[in-house]
């Protein structure tokens, strides 16, 4: 049979892990916002596509030119600077804050690709193919002039092989280039948010004295708190069933809504310039609106969990920076603390939806196997 003592404390280090990954997903999530990260993936994504130079050659690079102030990712007269330039992408952006859109949907990827090739000047009855080959041929764009690089010429060569040289077949392979991109950007946005989930769980281990080790031996060695915070992950656990589906769909939503607002703004492209402006200013203000309610949001939820939950296992644990004690060594005492704030930042970097799937595991299995409480042990000692 599984050790309870073992199996409890497990638990409760699983449900401590999962408040506050909760608060550090939270302000991970406002951080994003803030500086417009999914933006900046994507113009990292499109700049890998375009260019042959290796602008984000280590991940320190990479995820410190997330906070960096908006760029389009790529040199005057380069094939990505021509990309964000396009009409159908600046009239994308999310406003002066966030230059640059969140969300490109492959029919506009592919018929921005097709204008820089074609030109703008193309008219009706225009012969497209002859305008892409020729750009082909003299490695420009016939839209702004970019020269494009080798490495992006040759795979544009390839797929209009592929194409026999038709626009349309030419755009659907666009299209799956494009979608076969975005999916590796997906997994650059997830290790990105890693390193940043680790460094503000760092910041809130040491703020809040969240030292694992620590915990674990005071968990030991208390069986009444063991059990309390058992109690408390479980009553935690009914209070909020689908809390994982919550922080996905929260996610989900605001994706949905830049990428409609995205869809709508594409449609008025065709407006006079006077009209545009119009247009553009009406969705920058829908698209600041819904920005900053998402904010705000979560700025409500990070304090809710403070005042709360966190309030509640912090006061249960005895966490606070006044109850600190050290019998040795300051120097030691610090070492050994901050190796239990590394820890614990390990941990909250999985995030909060990975402790809450584990904590539910574990409490199903610890109700399987019947575990005795404190109290029925002391009655049977009775």
Same mark, same amino acid.
């Given at each position: 049979?599984?050790?309870?003592?073992?199996?409890?404390?497990?638990?409760?280090?699983?449900?401590?892990?999962?408040?506050?990954?909760?608060?550090?997903?939270?302000?991970?999530?406002?951080?994003?916002?803030?500086?417009?990260?999914?933006?900046?993936?994507?113009?990292?994504?499109? %700049?890998?596509?375009?260019?042959?130079?290796?602008? $984000?050659?280590?991940?320190?690079?990479?995820?410190?030119?997330?906070?960096? !102030?908006?760029?389009? =990712?790529?040199?005057?007269?380069?094939? +990505?600077?021509? $990309?964000?330039?396009?009409?159908?992408?600046?009239?994308?952006?999310? =406003?002066?804050?966030?230059?640059?859109?969140?969300?490109?949907?492959?029919?506009?990827?592919?018929?921005?690709?097709?204008?820089?090739? /074609? =030109?703008?000047?193309?008219?009706?009855?225009?012969?497209?193919?002859?305008?892409?080959? !020729?750009?082909?041929?003299?490695?420009?764009?016939?839209? =702004? *002039?970019?020269?494009?690089?080798?490495?992006? @010429?040759?795979?544009?060569?390839?797929?209009?092989?592929?194409?026999?040289?038709?626009?349309?077949? $030419?755009?659907?392979?666009?299209?799956?280039?494009?979608?076969? +991109?975005?999916?590796?950007?997906?997994?650059?946005?997830?290790?990105?948010?890693?390193?940043?989930?680790?460094?503000?769980?760092?910041?809130?281990?040491?703020?809040?004295?969240?030292?694992?080790?620590?915990?674990?031996?005071?968990?030991?060695?208390?069986?009444?708190?063991?059990?309390? #915070?058992?109690?408390?992950?479980?009553?935690?656990?009914?209070?909020?069933?689908?809390?994982? !589906?919550? #922080?996905? +769909?929260? /996610?989900?939503?605001?994706?949905?809504?830049?990428?409609?607002?995205?869809?709508? *703004?594409?449609?008025?492209?065709?407006?006079?310039?006077?009209?545009?402006?119009?247009?553009?200013?009406?969705?920058?203000?829908?698209?600041?609106?819904?920005?900053?309610?998402?904010?705000?949001? @979560?700025?409500?939820?990070?304090?809710?969990?403070?005042? *709360?939950?966190?309030?509640? #296992?912090?006061? +249960?644990?005895? @966490?606070?920076?006044?109850?600190?004690?050290?019998?040795?060594?300051?120097?030691?005492?610090?070492?050994?603390?901050?190796?239990?704030? #590394?820890?614990?930042?390990?941990?909250?970097?999985?995030?909060?939806? %990975?402790? $809450?799937?584990?904590?539910?595991? @574990?409490?199903?299995? /610890?109700?399987?196997?019947?575990?005795?409480?404190?109290?029925?042990?002391?009655?049977?000692?009775?």
């Amino acid at each position: 049979m599984i050790n309870s003592v073992v199996l409890n404390v497990i638990i409760d280090l699983v449900f401590i892990y999962l408040l506050y990954s909760l608060l550090v997903t939270t302000i991970q999530e406002i951080i994003a916002n803030r500086f417009g990260f999914r933006a900046k993936i994507l113009q990292r994504a499109v %700049f890998r596509m375009m260019e042959d130079e290796q602008k $984000f050659v280590t991940r320190f690079r990479s995820t410190l030119y997330l906070f960096k !102030k908006s760029g389009n =990712g790529g040199e005057k007269d380069s094939v +990505t600077s021509a $990309f964000y330039d396009h009409p159908l992408i600046l009239f994308l952006g999310e =406003g002066k804050s966030q230059a640059k859109p969140a969300y490109i949907n492959k029919e506009t990827f592919s018929k921005v690709i097709i204008d820089l090739l /074609r =030109g703008k000047d193309v008219k009706p009855g225009t012969d497209v193919r002859s305008l892409i080959q !020729k750009a082909l041929d003299d490695k420009t764009t016939n839209w =702004g *002039n970019a020269k494009i690089s080798e490495q992006t @010429l040759s795979y544009l060569r390839s797929i209009w092989a592929d194409a026999e040289g038709d626009p349309v077949k $030419f755009k659907v392979q666009l299209e799956k280039w494009f979608e076969e +991109t975005m999916d590796r950007a997906s997994g650059w946005y997830k290790k990105h948010t890693q390193v940043i989930l680790f460094f503000v769980g760092l910041m809130l281990a040491i703020v809040f004295n969240v030292d694992t080790i620590k915990i674990i031996d005071k968990l030991e060695k208390d069986p009444k708190l063991r059990e309390q #915070i058992v109690q408390q992950a479980d009553a935690f656990v009914k209070a909020n069933p689908d809390l994982d !589906k919550t #922080i996905f +769909t929260q /996610r989900a939503q605001i994706d949905t809504l830049k990428a409609q607002m995205s869809r709508t *703004n594409l449609t008025k492209a065709g407006l006079d310039s006077l009209q545009k402006i119009k247009v553009q200013d009406s969705v920058e203000l829908a698209q600041a609106k819904i920005m900053k309610g998402r904010t705000d949001s @979560l700025v409500q939820s990070a304090i809710s969990l403070v005042k *709360n939950d966190m309030h509640d #296992i912090h006061h +249960t644990l005895g @966490l606070e920076w006044e109850s600190y004690q050290c019998n040795s060594n300051l120097f030691v005492c610090i070492l050994k603390s901050m190796l239990g704030w #590394i820890i614990t930042a390990l941990a909250l970097s999985l995030g909060a939806p %990975f402790w $809450f799937d584990l904590l539910n595991k @574990l409490m199903k299995l /610890r109700g399987s196997v019947a575990t005795p409480t404190s109290d029925d042990k002391e009655k049977k000692q009775g």
